[in-house]
Nanobody, 123 residues
């Protein structure tokens, strides 16, 4: 059974940092792209970043470039999202997702999803 479990969310002041983790199980981690998405109530899910576990290629949305860093520890089947210089507009529920054939930011293409973790940035 494929499982993705996010952790690391919380409340932080603007300018602060958080590191999200996505622990994966039930599939061959090296063959998948792992993506991070975020969604606020009433808004469309937004692709934040993704990483190819096979070759380490990364993607970042323009809104987070230079502030967020995605990384992968294949030995631990875990992907991290280091979020620095957080802004109130980064407040959302953050989800990780996995897909074997797709690399990119379209949430529609990802097959497996975690339950999400709340990130709240206060001003």
């Amino acid at each position: 059974e494929v499982q993705l479990v996010e952790s690391g969310g919380g409340l932080v002041q603007a300018g602060g940092s958080l590191r999200l983790s996505c622990a994966a199980s039930g599939f061959t981690f090296d063959d998948y792209t792992i993506g991070w998405f975020r969604q606020a109530p009433g808004k469309e899910r937004e692709g934040v970043s993704c990483i190819s576990s096979s070759d380490g290629s990364t993607y970042y949305a323009d809104s987070v470039k230079g502030r967020f860093t995605i990384s992968s520890d294949n030995a631990k089947n875990t992907v991290y999202l280091q979020m620095n210089s957080l802004k109130p507009e980064d407040t959302d529920v953050y989800y990780c997702a996995a897909d074997q054939t797709y690399y990119g930011s379209s949430w529609l293409e990802y097959d497996y999803w975690g339950q999400g973790t709340q990130v709240t940035v206060s001003s």
